[in-house]
């Protein structure tokens, strides 16, 4: 213990030794009395080192100092070691990390140029879309001045012939007007001349026809005393020879014999004639003949089906839908497969029959046209007409196509109350008609409630086409048509609505016996511009197809009424307001809102 005391004295008196000798400063420390130095160190340092000189252990205390330091120097060798091992570590784990993160970095340069590749991809795709949005547009564009261009020139050509054909009905009035001038001056100056011819010859024709009628009466008396007396002398000739007498009668019971027979053949023989050839009591309407009727007639083209509905204006779809089933008919007819029935519904005037007469003409059908309204009052006689109107149907060389129209009035659902037993007879009688395809036959039935059909009925039809109310497009169409029938070519043979001129020579005969004109006049057109047409198919917003007709026929009523028949811009709207009111009073009588004052 006192070795390692005198050890650590020595280890200290020898640190002061060494600092003051390399010059050092031992001990600085600032005292209160303001002195720097402190003198006891040095003391203590000196004293230390006299008391290990007097000690008899100063040589094992300098080995012991010695073996301390190698001991302090082996342990820093190994810090230094450990320490360099562990620098190494950390130059790895930094080298690590400067690569990690280096990989990182390279990974996100990657990502960041597969990125910027897509960025520019996706630009190029959006200005690629770009380029054909505009280059849509552009085209869009030019089609549309195209097609106004195309529109313009149809109007300024539409406008010339207008214009050429209101020239041509002014000339062909004024050229009618001159040569009814002239006949009436013809007529007038023949009948002028009769007149003072049996004026002149009054006197001589008197003497012949007294004469004339003296010798007819004379001739008339001897008839008759001829007669008689030839009647007398057979009757009392019969009368006194009996075997003459027992003849005249048996001749009189053969004659009674015969007229009864030939009542009764002729009775049965009409029977039969009107079965087979005529027409059944339920068709309003047909275009079936018997001798003049031909066969089968040729498959017309796309062109000629499309010039058949040419003069009848549907919406697109419904238009390419319609002409498509007349093709398929009449390739059907063609090939003698079994037809396929239809089912027309949409609300009243919208063009059902006019479509399936139509149909009927393009695919080389007859057709037939009933009414559901008819059956009804027939009762139990409705099955038996029924069958005998489907038997005629079966005997059409051409095929028919037999249009039902109000199918709705006898082919309601079974389940309701009100339905009597001829009416579901009469059910049952076109189900087991329409139960097979026929090849015979196609039929057609049309309705403004479908809904109230009975689902065995719906289910016989195999082609449901709605027609719905024309839009502005179809009405405009409807209405130039119209206008074209009823005003421009009112007076001519083409003329609609009743203002056509008389064809055939019994009717001219017929109305100059009446004392009337065999053609109406021709109409004058005012200042009419297609911006009117526009604005009346604008104005007549769910018109039917049958309205606008009829609005057309009141326009060329309203003509004809005035005094110089000719139709001005005032009238045109006057008439079409009114009707467009009329309209608006149906509708809300309809729905039930109307009320009156």
Not at 28 to 52: H, N, T
Not at 223 to 233: D, E, H, Q, V
């Amino acid at each position: 213990m006192a070795l390692r005391t005198l050890a650590g004295r020595w280890r200290a008196g020898a640190a002061v030794a060494a600092a003051i000798a390399a010059g050092g400063t031992v001990a600085y420390c600032e005292d209160p009395k303001g002195v720097g130095f402190d003198p006891e160190a040095l003391e203590r340092g000196a004293k230390a080192l006299r008391e290990i000189n007097k000690s008899p252990y100063a040589k094992k205390v300098f080995e012991l100092t010695r073996e301390q330091e190698r001991t302090k120097q082996a342990e820093a060798s190994k810090d230094e070691a450990q320490y360099k091992v562990y620098a190494e570590q950390q130059r790895k784990e930094t080298e690590k990390a400067r690569w990690d993160e280096q990989r990182k970095t390279m990974q996100q340069d990657a990502q960041a140029k597969a990125q910027l590749a897509q960025y520019e991809d996706e630009l190029a795709r959006k200005r690629g879309e770009s380029e054909h949005q505009k280059n849509r547009e552009r085209n869009r564009e030019l089609v549309t001045l195209q097609e106004q261009s195309v529109r313009n020139q149809e109007a300024e050509k539409r406008r010339i012939q207008e214009q050429i054909e209101g020239e041509r009905r002014a000339t062909e009035k004024y050229k009618a007007n001159l040569e009814k001038e002239v006949e009436r001056e013809k007529a007038l100056a023949e009948a002028e001349g009769r007149i003072k011819e049996n004026r002149e010859n009054e006197d001589v024709n008197r003497r012949a026809m007294q004469l004339r009628l003296e010798e007819e009466r004379k001739k008339l008396v001897e008839a008759i005393n001829t007669t008689f007396t030839n009647l007398g002398s057979g009757t009392l000739a019969l009368l006194t020879d009996k075997e003459k007498l027992g003849t005249a009668l048996a001749g009189l019971t053969v004659l009674a014999l015969g007229v009864y027979s030939a009542r009764e053949g002729t009775r049965v023989a009409g029977q039969v004639f009107s079965r087979w050839l005529g027409t059944p009591k339920l068709v309003r309407d047909t275009s079936r003949r018997w001798f003049w009727q031909r066969g089968a007639s040729a498959t017309k083209s796309s062109e000629e089906v499309k010039k058949d509905f040419s003069d009848i204006v549907l919406p697109g779809q419904m238009h390419d839908h319609v002409r498509a089933l007349a093709a398929v008919t009449a390739n059907t007819k063609r090939h003698g497969a079994p037809f396929r029935h239809m089912l027309f519904y949409g609300p009243p005037g919208t063009g059902k029959t006019m479509a399936a007469k139509r149909l009927a003409k393009t695919s080389g059908l007859d057709y037939a046209i009933m009414s559901g309204g008819d059956v009804a009052p027939l009762g139990g006689q409705a099955v038996t007409q029924l069958h005998d109107m489907f038997d005629w149907a079966e005997r059409s060389r051409r095929g028919l196509l037999l249009f039902i129209d109000e199918a709705d009035a006898f082919l309601s659902q079974r389940g309701q109350q009100q339905m009597s037993e001829g009416l579901r007879g009469a059910l049952n009688a076109v189900l087991f008609r329409t139960g097979d395809q026929s090849r015979d036959f196609a039929v057609v039935l049309a309705t403004n409630r479908p809904g109230d059909l009975d689902s065995a009925i719906l289910d016989r039809m195999d082609e449901a086409l709605e027609f719905g109310l024309p839009g502005v497009s179809e009405r405009q169409q409807i209405l130039s048509l119209y206008l074209d029938q009823y005003i421009f070519k009112a007076g001519t043979v083409e003329g609609g609505a009743g203002a056509a001129t008389s064809r055939g020579l019994w009717q001219r005969f017929s109305s100059m016996l009446r004392g009337r004109s065999s053609s109406p006049d021709q109409i004058q057109v005012e200042t009419f511009t297609p911006g009117m047409l526009q604005e009346a198919a604008q104005k007549t917003e769910g018109f039917s197809g049958r309205e606008l007709a009829k609005l057309m026929a009141s326009m060329q009523a309203a003509v004809y009424g005035s005094a110089q028949a000719t139709l001005t811009h005032k009238m045109w709207f006057r008439v079409l307001n009114m009707k467009v009111r009329e309209h608006s009073q149906r509708q809300a009588f309809l729905e039930g809102h109307h009320t009156v004052n």
